[in-house]
Each structure stands twice: as C-alpha cells, then as structure tokens.
C-alpha cells in the first residue's frame, strides 16, 4: 500500500528543483502527448521551450510576453504570500487598461509630459479599485475573495466590450468596436533592441518588491499573516489590513500592467484586450516560488511558451490550444513535485492479522 | 497457545525509527495481570510512539509485542480492541452537541441498538461506580465526565489491558481521585493498566511498577512508592534536578497590572466568557491563575495580552494607566508582554527563523525597524543572546523555528519575552510539554524576572507548577476569578474545589487528595 509521510524538514534544494523538473517533466509528457496526437512532438516541443530562447531575435518578443507576466504575478505573489487569493488580476488589468484608454482620450490631441504619467496613476489606482471590492467584502461580510475576484474578470470584460462598442468607439473607425489610436503622447516610449518601456520596469518592480517583501515590516507582516495568522495577531499585525493591503498591491500591478499594454502593444483599446495574462500569472506565482526572483524566471519561461507556441502554430500546424495545454501541464506538474517535495511516498507493507 | 501466569504484556526489543530519529530502541519490559504500570519519561522520550506500536497505530521495524505469552502482530486500533487492548487518549474525540450514548455508540467496532447499549453503559458504570448519565449532552459536561465518556468507551469492551495517556492533565484533584478508584477496581478485576503520565506525584500513589524512558531506551524500572518524585525525575533526565531558588522573603512593590471588572461574552455556544473579574499584581509578584482548561483562560490571557482589545479601556490598567482598548503591539511598548499557550503558529512561526521569530514580538524593546526596514543583524544578535542566555538547543538564529523540539522552542519564546524585561508579563502553560530540565530553567526565568521587579501572570493547569513558582493564587471556573490568595495560606484541597466550582459533583470528593497522600 501506498502512503504519503510528511518530511519533517522538506530539502531546500528540492522546493528550488521542484519548477526546474516541473518544466522538464512538462517537456517529456508533452512531446509524448503530442507524438501520440500524431504531430511531431518532440520537434514541438523544440519549437516552443527551446526555439524561442536560442533566437536571439526572438528576445524582444519574450520580454514584450514575460513583462506583464512578471509585474501581475508579482503583485499576486503578494497576496498569495499572506493566503489572500485574488484570482482576478485579468479583470483588474482590464480595467487598468481601460482607465488608461479613458485618460488618453480625454486628453486626446493634447500633448505635455503629463499625460503618460497620469495614465499609469489611472491604471494602477482603477485596479486597486477593483481588487478593493474582493477587499470590502472580504473584510467586512468575510466573503470568499476568490469568488468575487473571479467574478469581477467578467464584469470587467463586459464593460470592455461596452466601451469599445459604445462611448469609445473611434469616431473615424469604419465602426469597428475599438477606440482611437493612442497619440505618441500617450504611448510608452520604445527602447530600441529591448521593447516598450514596461520591460525594464517589470524588472526593477520586481526588485523593488523582493527588497520590500524581504527587508522590510511591510513584508514581514505579510509573510506572518500568511504563515501562521495567530502568530500574526500575536505579533500585533493586523488581519484586516493584510488583506487590503495584498489585494491593493495584486490589483495595482495589474491595473498598471493592463496600462502598459494598452499604451504598449496596443496602442488603443480593443474587445481583444484581454489575453489571459491575468490567468497565467498565475502558473508564474507559483512556478516562481512567490518569490520575486523566481517570478521574474518563471515568467521568462512562460514567455517562451507562449512566443514558441504561435511560432509553432504556423510552422508544426499545432492547435492554438497547445500553448495552453503545455502551461496547464506546468503547473500541474509543479504541484505534484510540490506533494513530493513536502512528503515522501512510502510503500507500506499490508499487515495481516 | 495462552499462558494464565503469563505476563498481561511483554516488549521485546520493539524498535522503531523515523526519519532522524530513533524513535524507540529495542525497548523491553513487562507489565503483570492487574499491574498499574507506569511508563514514565520526558516529552519526546519515545512513550508515545511505543503506546502508540501496542494500540496498533504504528508498526514496529523491529522486536515482538507478546499479549498473554502469545507474540501477535497488531495491525490497526480495531485488532488491538479484538485482543482486549484498550486505550484512552488525551485529547478526546467526542461531538459535543450529541449525547453521551450517541456517542460511545459511534466509536463502537459493533453496532447495537441503543437500548441494548445503554443496557451495557449502565452495567459497566453500575461495576465501576462511575456516575454519568447516558442521555446528557456532551457540551453539558465538564472535562472529568468528558474522560469518563472515553473510558467507558473502553471498558465496554472488557479490556484485558488498558492504556492511559496523560490522563489527569485536564482534571481537578477530585476528578483524579475519583479516576484513581475507577482503575484500582479494574485492576484488582485483573485488567492490566499502562500509564503514561509526567506527574510523579500521582504515579507514587497509584502505579505498582514503573519503566522509565529516555531516548528511546528503557533506562531503568522502579516501585513508585520506594521513590521520590524527585528521584524519578532524575531518571528521566539522566542528572539531578535544581530547584527554583526563590529569595527568601521579599516585599512587593506597587501594583503594575490591575484588572478591573472585566467582562467578556462568549463568542460562541460552548465559549466560557470572563465575568467581572478582578485581580491585580505588585511589582515582585508571580500570581498563579489556575483552572481546569476551558474555563475563560483563553479569553483572560488575549484580554490581557490585548491580542483582543476589551471595550472598557480602565478594566486592564497598567502602571495605572488605562490599557484595555491599545492592540498588543502598544501593550508590548508599554511593556506588557504575554506569552500565549500554543508554540506553534501562536507564540512562534514554525516556517520562520529564530530570527524573524525575534522579531515578530521584540522589535520595538530591541529596536530592531527603522524607517519600516529590519535590521537583520540586530534580531540575529538577539536571538543568538537568546539561544545563549537561555540554553536553547539550535543551530542558531538562522535556525527554523520548526525545526526545535517543544522544549527548547519553549525557552526561546520564554527567553525573548524575559529578555525584554517587560514591567508585566503574563504566561499560559509555560512548561506544557516541556521536559523537567527545561521546565526548571524557565521557571527560574520567571522567578528571576519577578525578584527584578517585574509583576507576573502565570495561567496554568498545573498545580504543581503554581505551587512552586507563585506567591499567590486564584483559580478560575467558568469565566469567574476566585479572590487572590497567599499560596502559604491556600490547600490543595481547597484549589481543587474552587476548580471544580459549580460543576458540584464532589460533595464525597472533599480531603480526597489528603486520602491519596495517606495511601502513599
């Protein structure tokens, strides 16, 4: 018979490895799944995990994916720290997005220095609004904040979609649902050889957060609500305001990352704006350890799949889908060797009488 | 094949290892037909995994468990039972909104009608002499008729060897001596009983034979009643015991913590608020809070502590300023510190370092923040002065706190309050589950403290403890505080009644401990 023993102390080395041998086992599956779907599959899987990172011209376009990635995931690995779940970063980066969309198009035809700055003010303080409902009612009727941030995604989608189909709508725009195009005002400025601003920014947003999670009482409160919420009371920190704080924090990222796309990429707002960052930042959270540094690798690595996915699609034929299959499959294996990593498999023995 | 003059129960070199550890090594004793046996030993000695191989809980790696001269292999709980091996554990699995008999009847391998079962619920308690009434609901009874529920449990299953853990940890002394008839019947009856206790008092006076462990290994056997508590306490430490060195007379100076009326209701059904209790503590004093468990400890020590600030700011005064409304972090700079109950997850973070740990309740006292940023080498330097001053066992500071066993996080929770010489500390449990040699070194942490000038608080189940260490006593029953006393001029007989309080089941129970000390 089969059991589960609890570690008594789990490897360090191992909670490290665990992502590493999640990837690799995501590889091996993959190629075989797809082998066995009738594809190429191990040149599948070379086209999305390892094409991409030995393309040196296909960096841009990693940083362009991992930049989002990074900052949403860690601002959830924020919360996801101090067991506040908020699973609706994508509802929270479209509405930053949109906030950003609104401010550029009443300043539109405007020009001054200003004008970027406000937008990313918009757009991270209309995703904390939104991830400040989860918080309210949290706090004050103890509703789930899973729930309810998961929810608000598709109020926020909905309003998108109203937006572009209504108020926003570009008045010179055949009547396509979208809005202007952003003026050069309005829009991150371009680093050539790295991309938009937002890819250095994730960068030192990342730092900035390892140094404030890491160094500070800011963090050690997080860290304590999260591990042992009656140390925490104990240690006079409080529940209520932890909980504000994570999803504040969560939100903000995301509703400032959802600005940097729209003012990025973008360039105007679009019914395709969402693209399930919000989701996948999920897999990076916890793929990363929720650890600042880890994140900023884990989100490299979804990056990869996701550019070596649409590469693949066009050159191996592969479902669109395949992109999602290999990230969900990351992430489940990364809690299977999570199970191992904290417990150890041991056959008993059946013991008759 | 059966031997009648066989031993009830043998150990044979039963050896057991976890993961690190060598959880018992080849451990061998006997325990005869209606023997009261005691096994004996410190937290982690290794008494809890060996019970724990003869229930059929776990499986020995190694050696024979023999069962009347018969060796058996003991797979589950449910086989042991079927051998006539019963047991009855610490901690309780009752469901407090049912009745009694619903809820023997569920922890039954056989199923019965209920008649059927009361009809043998009756019998058992009409042969024992036990009283408590089949149709109560559980939430209604105290915690001495609560352990009455699991040892009839036991017995209706006619056990031939009976295990008890730790089972007067919970009682009044007249629940105890009341437990000590009940299985002094079954033993002269000719059923076996193991044991396990750290009250050597007790084993003196109700155990025929004792092993006694350490490390895992049997280090010795002994008659309780030829022994000293002392003496045996010395052999389960491997060493001689100091005594708490308390200066001989001393005045107290003026009073630091005051509790005024303090009223609390009760957040749930089962909850025991706090009814206008009053007490107050001098500087130099350790007051003694003692009470059967559950009876408004909690609610008293997050009261004091400010962990849950009180709606009167002028029911906890300290230094004679009103404090009852400030959260626990202003308490703490003020310096009112408090030590709860529960290590892990409360007192400590068992996922963090020593460090860190140091600095989730001394980072104001130490001046470990400034500007919102730890100063990390300040809380390693003071958990190293921790880990040094107070003898803890770890690697350092960078240790996790998980990683320390009971004891020794014990006295660096105890250490880092002490160390921060608070005006006002107030401890539950100090000691609970914490081996004899580090119980004394906290408790001359606690002495030491209260000779500096500092006022203590000591809320505990232990008697013993209290008597040692306090100047004076009240008990708690129900939310209400008994008036302070001078532990010179209280009994035990006295506490033991105060504790039992409305509960009012001991009208016979009076001078029982006195009983129990003439038998000794």
Same mark, same amino acid.
């Given at each position: 018979?089969?059991?589960?023993?609890?570690r008594?102390?789990?490897?360090?080395?191992?909670?490290?490895?665990?992502?590493?041998?999640?990837?690799?086992?995501?590889?091996v599956?993959?190629?075989?799944?797809?082998?066995?779907?009738g594809?190429?599959?191990?040149?599948?899987?070379r086209? /999305?995990?390892?094409?991409?990172? /030995?393309?040196?011209?296909?960096?841009?376009d990693?940083?362009?994916?991992?930049?989002?990635?990074?900052?949403?995931?860690t601002?959830?690995?924020?919360?996801?720290?101090a067991?506040?779940?908020n699973?609706?970063?994508?509802?929270?980066?479209?509405?930053?997005?949109?906030?950003?969309?609104?401010?550029?198009?009443?300043?539109?035809?405007?020009?001054?220095?200003?004008?970027?700055?406000?937008?990313? /003010?918009?757009?991270?303080? !209309?995703?904390?609004?939104?991830?400040?409902?989860?918080?309210?009612?949290?706090?004050?009727?103890?509703?789930?904040?899973?729930?309810?941030?998961?929810m608000?995604?598709?109020?926020?989608?909905q309003?998108?979609?109203?937006?572009?189909?209504?108020?926003?709508?570009?008045?010179?725009?055949?009547?396509?649902?979208?809005?202007?195009?952003?003026?050069d005002a309005?829009?991150?400025?371009?680093?050539?050889?790295?991309?938009?601003?937002?890819?250095?920014?994730?960068?030192? /947003?990342?730092?900035?957060?390892?140094?404030?999670? !890491?160094?500070?009482?800011?963090?050690?409160?997080?860290?304590?609500?999260?591990?042992?919420?009656?140390?925490?009371?104990?240690?006079?920190?409080?529940q209520?305001?932890?909980?504000?704080?994570a999803?504040?924090?969560?939100?903000?990222?995301?509703?400032?990352?959802?600005?940097?796309?729209?003012?990025?990429?973008?360039?105007?707002?679009?019914?395709?704006?969402?693209?399930?960052?919000?989701?996948?930042a999920?897999?990076?959270?916890?793929?990363?350890?929720?650890?600042?540094?880890?994140?900023?690798?884990?989100?490299?690595?979804?990056?990869?799949?996701?550019?070596?996915?649409?590469?693949?699609?066009s050159?191996?034929?592969?479902?669109?889908?395949?992109t999602?299959?290999f990230?969900?499959?990351?992430?489940?294996?990364?809690l299977a060797?999570?199970?191992?990593?904290?417990?150890?498999?041991?056959?008993?023995?059946?013991?008759?009488? | 094949m059966?031997?009648?003059?066989?031993?009830?129960?043998?150990?044979?070199?039963?050896?057991?290892?976890?993961?690190?550890?060598?959880a018992?090594?080849?451990?061998?004793?006997?325990?005869?037909?209606?023997?009261?046996?005691?096994?004996?030993?410190?937290?982690?000695?290794?008494?809890?995994?060996?019970?724990?191989?003869?229930?059929?809980?776990?499986? @020995?790696?190694?050696?024979?468990?023999?069962?009347?001269?018969?060796?058996?292999?003991?797979?589950s @709980?449910?086989?042991?039972?079927?051998?006539?091996?019963?047991?009855? %554990?610490?901690? %309780?699995?009752?469901?407090?909104?049912?009745?009694?008999?619903?809820?023997?009847?569920?922890?039954?391998?056989?199923?019965l009608?209920?008649?059927?079962?009361?009809?043998?619920?009756?019998?058992?308690?009409?042969?024992?002499?036990?009283?408590?009434?089949?149709?109560?609901?559980?939430?209604?009874?105290?915690?001495?008729e609560?352990?009455?529920?699991?040892?009839?449990?036991?017995?209706?299953?006619?056990?031939?060897?009976?295990?008890?853990?730790?089972?007067?940890?919970?009682?009044?002394?007249?629940?105890?001596?009341?437990?000590?008839?009940?299985?002094?019947?079954?033993?002269a009856?000719?059923?076996?009983?193991?044991?396990?206790?750290?009250?050597?008092?007790?084993?003196?006076?109700?155990?025929?034979?004792?092993?006694i462990?350490?490390?895992?290994?049997?280090?010795?056997?002994?008659?309780?009643?030829?022994?000293?508590?002392?003496?045996?306490?010395?052999?389960?430490?491997?060493?001689?015991?100091?005594d708490?060195?308390?200066?001989?007379?001393?005045?107290?100076?003026?009073?630091?913590?005051?509790v005024?009326?303090?009223?609390?209701?009760?957040?749930?059904? %089962?909850?025991?608020?706090?009814?206008?209790?009053?007490?107050?503590?001098?500087?130099?004093?350790?007051?003694?809070?003692?009470?059967?468990?559950?009876?408004g400890?909690?609610?008293?020590?997050?009261?004091?502590?400010?962990?849950?600030?009180?709606?009167?700011?002028?029911?906890?005064?300290?230094?004679?300023? @009103?404090?009852?409304?400030?959260?626990?972090?202003?308490?703490?700079?003020?310096?009112?510190?408090?030590?709860?109950?529960?290590?892990n997850?409360?007192?400590?973070?068992?996922?963090?370092?020593?460090?860190?740990?140091?600095?989730?309740?001394?980072?104001?006292?130490?001046?470990?923040?400034?500007?919102?940023?730890?100063?990390?080498?300040?809380?390693?330097?003071?958990?190293?002065?921790?880990?040094?001053?107070?003898?803890?066992?770890?690697?350092?500071?960078?240790?996790?706190?998980?990683?320390?066993?009971?004891?020794?996080?014990?006295?660096?929770?105890?250490?880092?309050?002490?160390?921060?010489? @608070?005006?006002?500390?107030?401890?539950?449990?100090?000691?609970?589950?914490?081996?004899?040699?580090?119980?004394?070194?906290?408790?001359?942490?606690?002495?030491?403290?209260?000779?500096?000038?500092?006022?203590?608080?000591?809320v505990?189940?232990?008697?013993?403890?209290?008597?040692?260490?306090?100047?004076?006593?009240?008990?708690?029953?129900?939310?209400?505080?008994?008036?302070?006393?001078?532990?010179?001029?209280?009994?035990?007989?006295?506490?033991?009644?105060?504790?039992?309080?409305?509960?009012?089941?001991?009208?016979g129970?009076?001078?029982?401990?006195?009983?129990?000390?003439?038998?000794?």
């Open positions: 018979m089969l059991e589960l023993e609890r008594k102390v789990p490897s360090r080395t191992m909670i490290w490895l665990a992502p590493v041998l999640a990837v690799l086992a995501t590889m599956v993959g190629g075989l799944v797809f082998s066995a779907l594809y190429d599959g191990f040149a599948a899987v086209a /999305i995990f390892i094409d991409p990172l /030995i393309t040196l011209r296909k960096w841009q990693l940083g362009l994916k991992a930049a989002p990635l990074v900052m949403i995931a601002g959830l690995a924020i919360g996801f720290r067991n506040v779940w699973i609706g970063a994508e509802g929270q980066y479209v509405v930053g997005g949109l906030a950003g969309t609104g401010v550029a198009l009443a300043t539109w035809e405007m020009t001054g220095w200003w004008i970027l700055p406000l937008m990313c /003010i918009a757009g991270a303080l !209309a995703g904390m609004a939104w991830a400040g409902i989860p918080a309210l009612l949290r706090t004050r009727f103890n509703v789930n904040e899973i729930l309810s941030s998961l608000l995604t598709y109020v926020a989608v309003l998108l979609y109203y937006m572009v189909n209504g108020p926003w709508k570009d008045p010179d725009g055949f009547n396509f649902p979208q809005t202007r195009i952003f003026t309005q829009m991150l400025p371009y680093l050539s050889g790295i991309g938009y601003l937002n890819v250095p920014l994730a960068l030192v /947003i990342s730092l900035v957060v390892w140094f404030l999670m !890491a160094r500070t009482m800011l963090g050690f409160q997080i860290r304590v609500v999260g591990a042992a919420p009656m140390a925490a009371r104990y240690g006079g920190f409080s209520r305001r932890t909980i504000w704080l999803l504040l924090a969560g939100g903000g990222l995301a509703g400032l990352a959802g600005l940097f796309e729209a003012a990025g990429p973008f360039g105007q707002m679009v019914p395709a704006f969402p693209t399930g960052y919000g989701f996948t999920i897999i990076v959270a916890f793929l990363g350890r929720l650890h600042p540094l880890g994140i900023l690798a884990a989100g490299i690595i979804l990056a990869v799949t996701y550019v070596g996915g649409e590469a693949s699609q050159s191996l034929g592969l479902p669109s889908a395949a999602g299959v990230q969900s499959m990351m992430l489940f294996f990364l060797a999570d199970v191992l990593v904290g417990w150890r498999l041991r056959l008993r023995r059946r013991v008759t009488e | 059966t031997d009648a003059s066989a031993d009830r129960l043998e150990l044979r070199n039963v050896t057991k290892a976890f993961p690190g550890v060598l018992n090594d080849r451990v061998s004793f006997r325990v005869r037909p209606g023997e009261l046996h005691a096994l004996l030993g410190e937290n982690g000695a290794g008494k809890s995994t060996l019970v724990k191989m003869i229930y059929g809980v776990q499986h @020995p790696d190694d050696g024979e468990i023999v069962v009347d001269g018969t060796p058996v292999r003991i797979a @709980p449910r086989a042991a039972r079927a051998m006539g091996i019963g047991m009855v %554990f610490q901690h %309780f699995s009752l469901f407090e909104p049912m009745t009694v008999l619903e809820n023997i009847a569920l922890g039954l391998d056989e199923r009608s209920a008649s059927a079962l009361e009809g043998r619920i009756r019998a058992v308690l009409a042969r024992y002499g036990l009283s408590l009434d089949p149709h109560r609901t559980v939430s209604t009874l105290s915690v001495g609560r352990q009455r529920i699991e040892i009839v449990r036991a017995l209706l299953l006619e056990p031939r060897l009976l295990i008890m853990d730790e089972p007067t940890s919970v009682l009044t002394p007249q629940e105890v001596a009341q437990l000590f008839e009940t299985l002094r019947a079954l033993a009856g000719g059923c076996s009983v193991l044991y396990i206790s750290h009250k050597l008092h007790e084993i003196r006076v109700l155990c025929d034979a004792a092993t462990m350490r490390g895992g290994k049997v280090v010795g056997t002994c008659v309780p009643a030829q022994e000293t508590p002392r003496s045996m306490a010395e052999m389960m430490i491997g060493g001689s015991l100091k708490v060195r308390k200066a001989a007379a001393k005045g107290f100076g003026p009073e630091k913590l005051v005024d009326r303090l009223t609390l209701a009760g957040g749930g059904d %089962f909850d025991v608020a706090l009814r206008d209790v009053s007490f107050s503590v001098r500087a130099g004093e350790i007051l003694g809070i003692a009470g059967v468990a559950g009876n400890q909690n609610e008293l020590m997050l009261a004091l502590s400010g962990e849950t600030p009180v709606a009167n700011a002028g029911a906890v005064r300290l230094d004679g300023a @009103p404090v009852g409304t400030l959260p626990i972090a202003r308490r703490r700079r003020r310096g009112l510190a408090a030590v709860p109950e529960e290590r997850g409360h007192a400590a973070v068992p996922g963090f370092t020593l460090a860190e740990n140091a600095v989730l309740t001394a980072r104001y006292r130490k001046g470990m923040v400034r500007h919102g940023v730890i100063l990390g080498a300040v809380a390693r330097g003071y958990a190293e002065e921790v880990i040094a001053r107070f003898g803890v066992r770890a690697t350092g500071p960078q240790a996790m706190a998980g990683a320390l066993s009971g004891g020794n996080l014990q006295k660096f929770i105890m250490g880092r309050e002490v160390l921060q010489v @608070p005006e006002v500390l107030v401890v539950s449990q100090p000691t609970w589950g914490v081996d004899a040699g580090a119980a004394a070194a906290i408790h001359q942490a606690l002495v030491d403290l209260a000779a500096r000038g500092s006022a203590i608080v000591v505990s189940q232990d008697l013993d403890e209290l008597l040692a260490i306090s100047d004076s006593l009240a008990v708690i029953n129900e939310g209400r505080l008994s008036p302070k006393r001078s532990v010179g001029e209280i009994s035990r007989d006295e506490i033991g009644l105060l504790m039992g309080g409305v509960h009012g089941e001991h009208a129970g009076e001078n029982a401990a006195e009983r129990e000390a003439e038998r000794a």
